[in-house]
């Protein structure tokens, strides 16, 4: 509303209008004492004419005016609450005051610190331990503010210190002190003594120069006062620590702790380091073993290790290695080291006059190489990102040979199959090897050995891939950690399987059975597990054997969880749900078995086997029975029958179910076209070879598929017919009918030429109907045996005693056999609770 709506206001008041600001307080309090006389005596308003003229003439003078007209009730509260003698001081007192937030916390901090000293000279000690939580809180926030630390904090933890000695002192003597009251007592000098440590210059400079801390600034420690203590630091036995040691040991004693700068300290050391090249060996080994910790520690809360710092851990272990390689007699660094009481104390040499410093060089490859996998998964594979980090594959193989070679050399013979050092580091150069053709094997194994100058006793340097990977596996297969055993004997199936090898393979899967306990193995050993059995049933494909490729093959692939018995990813109906522990155990991508390759190898080893089946199944009544071994199969066919519109095969399935119906009508040459259009097998070392089986297998089932579609139809056939049709030799087309007539899958025989065959139908022609009859009768049959089973509560007939054994032998082989190539179960609970052989 505008000024000039306001009663009382005309122009000549806007003259006075800060007059009228000034004093509207006193009018509001006019005006509030007439509004509460006029409300709170209404019988003095009826009754007394000269209260009404006073009233309502003080009404009229009171009433505000101008800015003042539009105050809330509230306001003209206030005012009059004040009185108007002291107007000037009740509107300072009555002004809110802003405190900002660092001013806010000290006042916090200081209301804390006083809680302590006086529930302290109560020895209500929970009390004091609760408000040193709370003080510890406000530490922190403090220092995420940059805010020092108040004086009044270090004065408080010095007198809160000899507090608690006297209490417990007095305690020894007369126990005032419940258990609550002692418990809170001994916890709070615990967290006492943590937080001095950490304030340790600032405590040390009070109990010096108490006055200092009387002030209200905080006392700052001067650079030069912390550059002396760095250079004057005493080891634990009283001794001055040489500068270099100093360093290490200030920061050793702050790793773990917050708000710490690792960056900061990695450059402290890299300085440390470049200043002292020329130091002892022993001083050079503890700087790297500092550096390189304090690097990953820097990453550790990262998704995966900045690269930049990943090639500097890479040159500095090699820089590292080559000290001890070069001090070799003098200095080893090996997990048969002993501790000593100090940074800066050189171990006792043992009896060869060496030095054995305590360290891991295989652990620190060890998180090298994780962090290297962590950064593959978390790039995309199909990005040129991902081929650049790949590169750096080499440089880690080479560190790996490296330094298997230098533990080799410092490791005694009695201790090799004993200690875990050499046979990690074994098991890392055969993770990066067992998985890829011989070729890239001599590649890696010509670079790795360019550089290094020992051998090894386990592989020499020169070796073929076969004699590498069979040296290493050998080795692991002696130690006396069983896991390592395991792990060898997988990596040797899938290295002969993937090159080609699928008979070396099977027997080194065979005779072994490593497949009884898998499922309670560690997840990694089960993932590697369910790699070497599929990787087998790819190469039995490739050399021809199909029914045992389809057999090895047929749980992983309809078991609908391929990604994560592989370890290539997750179920993808529950992606979100897996830990970070579970993503980091997944594979690199170039690494993963190709899962379309494999659902083509499968369906493909499914067609040549079920389709002769099927055709035989329809002409003879004795193959009904196999009928449910090919449901799956022969679904998809029924599927496709259904199909209204079915246009040309696009997808890998599309392709094989037409395949399968050209092949079903004895038409192997478009079966065999449209199986070699699919592009996938590509991928497929020497594809050439591959197709050329695939045409010869086609070739021979479509024959059988022939014969058992037109066997009652024809009463003889010709064999140089049958090998113009299927373009197979007269000798190869006689050799497989001679296998059907001796397995019995068709009755009929031989000319004396071997030119013709006769076919003799002995099973009487039956109609549709009575095949069903027969069914019929089967399954009532059945029903019957389990109807007189449950009446006699499931006490049938007693079979003789050795009958019973001969069906319990029988029914374990058969169990064993079906065991041999049965997925393991992949489960990352067993890795909590796994005990390591």
């Given at each position: 509303?505008?000024?000039?709506f306001v009663?009382?206001?005309?122009?000549?008041?806007?003259?006075?209008?800060?007059?009228?600001l000034?004093?509207?307080?006193e009018?509001?309090v006019?005006?509030?004492?007439?509004?509460?006389?006029v409300?709170?005596?209404?019988?003095?308003?009826?009754?007394?004419?000269?209260?009404?003229?006073?009233?309502?003439?003080?009404?009229?003078?009171?009433?505000p005016?101008?800015?003042?007209?539009?105050?809330?009730?509230?306001?003209?509260?206030?005012?009059f609450?004040?009185?108007?003698?002291?107007e000037?001081?009740?509107?300072?007192e009555?002004?809110?005051?802003?405190?900002?937030?660092?001013?806010?916390?000290?006042?916090?901090m200081?209301?804390?610190?006083?809680?302590?000293?006086?529930a302290?000279?109560?020895?209500?000690?929970?009390?004091?331990?609760?408000?040193?939580?709370?003080?510890?809180?406000?530490?922190?926030?403090?220092?995420?503010?940059?805010?020092?630390?108040?004086?009044?904090?270090?004065?408080?933890l010095?007198?809160?210190?000899?507090?608690?000695n006297?209490?417990?002192?007095?305690?020894?003597?007369?126990?005032?002190?419940?258990?609550?009251?002692?418990?809170?007592?001994?916890?709070?000098?615990?967290?006492?003594?943590?937080q001095?440590?950490?304030?340790?210059?600032?405590?040390?400079?009070?109990?010096?120069?108490?006055?200092?801390?009387?002030?209200?600034?905080?006392?700052?420690v001067?650079?030069?006062?912390?550059?002396?203590?760095?250079?004057?630091?005493?080891s634990?036995?009283?001794r001055v620590?040489?500068?270099?040691?100093?360093?290490?040991k200030?920061?050793?004693?702050?790793?773990?702790?917050?708000n710490?700068?690792?960056?900061e300290?990695?450059?402290?050391?890299e300085?440390?380091?470049?200043?002292?090249?020329?130091?002892?060996?022993?001083?050079?080994?503890s700087?790297?073993?500092?550096?390189?910790?304090?690097?990953?520690d820097?990453?550790?809360?990262q998704?995966?290790m900045?690269?930049?710092?990943?090639?500097?851990?890479?040159?500095d272990?090699?820089?590292?290695?080559?000290?001890?390689?070069?001090?070799?007699?003098?200095?080893?660094?090996?997990?048969?080291?002993?501790?000593?009481?100090?940074?800066?104390?050189?171990?006792?040499?043992?009896a060869?006059?060496?030095?054995?410093?305590?360290?891991s060089?295989?652990?620190?490859?060890?998180?090298?190489?994780d962090?290297?996998?962590?950064?593959?998964?978390?790039?995309?594979?199909?990005?040129?990102?991902y081929?650049?980090?790949?590169?750096?594959e080499s440089?880690i193989?080479t560190l790996?040979?490296?330094?298997?070679?230098?533990?080799?050399d410092?490791t005694?013979?009695?201790?090799?199959?004993?200690?875990?050092?050499?046979?990690?580091?074994?098991?890392?150069?055969?993770?990066?090897?067992?998985?890829?053709p011989?070729?890239?094997?001599?590649?890696?194994?010509?670079?790795?050995?360019?550089?290094?100058?020992?051998?090894?006793?386990?592989v020499?340097?020169?070796?073929?891939?076969?004699e590498?990977?069979?040296?290493?596996?050998?080795?692991?297969?002696?130690h006396?950690?069983?896991?390592?055993?395991?792990?060898?004997?997988?990596?040797?199936?899938y290295?002969?399987?993937?090159?080609?090898?699928?008979?070396?393979a099977?027997?080194?899967?065979?005779?072994?059975p490593?497949?009884?306990?898998?499922?309670?193995a560690?997840?990694?050993?089960?993932?590697?597990?369910?790699?070497?059995?599929?990787?087998?049933?790819?190469?039995?494909?490739?050399?021809?054997?199909?029914?045992?490729?389809?057999?090895?093959?047929?749980?992983?692939?309809?078991?609908?969880?391929?990604?994560?018995?592989?370890?290539q990813?997750?179920?993808?109906?529950?992606?979100?749900?897996?830990?970070?522990?579970?993503?980091?155990?997944?594979?690199?991508?170039?690494?993963?078995?190709?899962?379309?390759?494999?659902?083509?190898?499968?369906?493909?080893?499914?067609?040549?086997?079920?389709?002769?089946?099927?055709?035989?199944?329809?002409?003879?009544?004795?193959?009904?029975k196999?009928?449910?071994?090919?449901?799956?199969?022969?679904?998809?066919?029924?599927?496709?029958?259904?199909?209204?519109?079915?246009?040309?095969?696009?997808?890998?399935?599309?392709?094989i179910?037409?395949?399968?119906?050209?092949?079903?009508?004895?038409?192997?040459?478009?079966?065999?076209?449209?199986?070699?259009?699919?592009?996938?097998?590509?991928?497929?070392?020497?594809?050439?070879?591959?197709?050329?089986?695939?045409?010869?297998?086609?070739?021979?089932?479509?024959?059988?598929?022939?014969?058992?579609?037109?066997?009652a139809i024809?009463s003889?056939?010709?064999?140089?017919?049958?090998?113009?049709i299927?373009?197979?030799?007269?000798?190869?087309?006689?050799?497989?009918?001679?296998?059907?007539l001796?397995?019995?899958?068709?009755?009929?025989?031989?000319?004396?030429?071997?030119?013709?065959?006769?076919?003799?139908?002995?099973?009487p022609?039956?109609?549709?109907?009575q095949?069903?009859?027969?069914?019929?009768?089967?399954?009532?049959?059945?029903?019957?045996e389990?109807?007189?089973?449950?009446?006699?509560?499931?006490?049938?007939?007693?079979?003789?005693?050795?009958?019973?054994?001969?069906?319990?032998?029988?029914?374990?082989?058969?169990?064993?056999?079906?065991?041999k190539?049965r997925?393991?179960?992949?489960?990352?609970?067993?890795?909590?609770?796994?005990?390591?052989?």
């Amino acid at each position: 509303m505008s000024r000039f709506f306001v009663s009382g206001y005309n122009s000549e008041s806007s003259s006075e209008e800060e007059d009228l600001l000034s004093s509207s307080e006193e009018e509001l309090v006019s005006s509030s004492e007439d509004d509460q006389d006029v409300s709170s005596d209404d019988s003095e308003f009826d009754n007394d004419d000269d209260s009404d003229s006073d009233s309502s003439d003080s009404d009229s003078d009171g009433r505000p005016t101008g800015p003042a007209y539009f105050l809330k009730k509230s306001v003209k509260k206030n005012a009059f609450m004040k009185g108007s003698d002291s107007e000037s001081e009740s509107e300072d007192e009555g002004r809110k005051v802003v405190k900002s937030a660092k001013d806010k916390l000290l006042d916090d901090m200081n209301q804390a610190i006083e809680a302590i000293n006086v529930a302290k000279r109560s020895n209500t000690w929970t009390v004091v331990l609760s408000e040193s939580d709370k003080l510890a809180r406000y530490l922190v926030r403090a220092g995420q503010q940059n805010v020092n630390v108040p004086n009044s904090y270090i004065k408080c933890l010095a007198g809160l210190e000899d507090y608690i000695n006297a209490t417990q002192e007095n305690e020894k003597s007369e126990k005032s002190l419940n258990a609550a009251e002692a418990k809170a007592l001994n916890t709070t000098k615990q967290r006492v003594r943590k937080q001095i440590k950490e304030y340790q210059a600032q405590y040390d400079l009070f109990r010096e120069q108490p006055d200092l801390f009387d002030r209200e600034e905080s006392v700052d420690v001067t650079p030069a006062k912390s550059v002396q203590q760095v250079e004057e630091t005493l080891s634990n036995n009283g001794r001055v620590l040489s500068p270099v040691f100093a360093t290490l040991k200030q920061i050793a004693e702050t790793r773990g702790k917050k708000n710490i700068d690792k960056y900061e300290q990695i450059e402290t050391l890299e300085t440390l380091l470049s200043n002292n090249l020329n130091k002892g060996a022993f001083d050079l080994v503890s700087i790297y073993q500092m550096l390189l910790s304090i690097r990953f520690d820097a990453s550790a809360n990262q998704t995966f290790m900045p690269v930049e710092l990943w090639k500097k851990n890479e040159a500095d272990l090699n820089s590292l290695l080559e000290v001890l390689e070069t001090h070799k007699s003098t200095y080893q660094l090996s997990e048969l080291g002993s501790t000593t009481d100090d940074i800066d104390i050189e171990p006792t040499p043992n009896a060869e006059g060496v030095k054995v410093i305590f360290g891991s060089i295989t652990s620190l490859i060890d998180r090298l190489d994780d962090e290297f996998t962590r950064s593959l998964q978390n790039t995309d594979p199909h990005s040129t990102d991902y081929v650049e980090r790949l590169k750096d594959e080499s440089s880690i193989y080479t560190l790996i040979v490296r330094a298997q070679s230098y533990i080799e050399d410092i490791t005694p013979e009695q201790s090799k199959y004993s200690v875990e050092q050499l046979a990690r580091i074994v098991v890392r150069r055969l993770e990066h090897i067992y998985y890829k053709p011989d070729q890239l094997i001599i590649a890696n194994e010509a670079e790795a050995w360019k550089n290094i100058k020992g051998d090894s006793t386990i592989v020499s340097k020169n070796s073929a891939p076969a004699e590498t990977i069979d040296g290493l596996s050998a080795f692991l297969k002696k130690h006396r950690n069983n896991v390592y055993g395991k792990y060898a004997l997988l990596f040797s199936v899938y290295y002969y399987a993937v090159n080609n090898h699928y008979a070396k393979a099977k027997e080194l899967f065979t005779n072994t059975p490593i497949y009884n306990g898998i499922n309670h193995a560690e997840s990694s050993l089960q993932v590697q597990y369910n790699r070497a059995i599929v990787q087998l049933g790819l190469s039995a494909f490739r050399n021809g054997a199909i029914e045992e490729s389809h057999k090895i093959l047929n749980e992983v692939v309809n078991s609908q969880r391929s990604k994560e018995l592989l370890g290539q990813g997750f179920n993808s109906k529950y992606p979100n749900q897996a830990t970070t522990l579970e993503k980091q155990k997944l594979l690199p991508f170039h690494q993963h078995i190709n899962l379309e390759l494999l659902d083509c190898v499968y369906m493909t080893s499914s067609l040549l086997i079920e389709i002769p089946i099927l055709a035989a199944a329809s002409t003879n009544a004795k193959e009904n029975k196999r009928k449910s071994s090919i449901k799956s199969f022969k679904s998809k066919l029924e599927f496709h029958d259904r199909q209204f519109f079915t246009g040309p095969p696009e997808s890998i399935k599309d392709h094989i179910v037409h395949a399968s119906l050209a092949l079903q009508k004895g038409d192997w040459a478009k079966s065999y076209e449209l199986l070699s259009s699919i592009k996938i097998w590509k991928l497929v070392p020497d594809n050439d070879e591959l197709l050329a089986m695939l045409k010869n297998q086609l070739q021979v089932e479509g024959l059988r598929t022939y014969i058992f579609t037109y066997k009652a139809i024809f009463s003889k056939l010709s064999v140089a017919k049958l090998s113009k049709i299927f373009s197979l030799e007269n000798d190869k087309v006689a050799s497989i009918l001679e296998k059907m007539l001796e397995s019995n899958e068709i009755g009929g025989a031989f000319d004396e030429s071997k030119s013709f065959i006769y076919f003799s139908n002995t099973e009487p022609q039956r109609s549709r109907l009575q095949e069903l009859a027969i069914v019929m009768n089967e399954k009532v049959g059945l029903l019957t045996e389990k109807n007189e089973k449950t009446s006699s509560n499931g006490y049938g007939k007693k079979q003789p005693q050795q009958q019973q054994q001969q069906q319990q032998q029988q029914k374990e082989l058969l169990q064993e056999e079906s065991s041999k190539f049965r997925y393991a179960n992949v489960n990352a609970n067993n890795d909590e609770f796994q005990a390591t052989a």
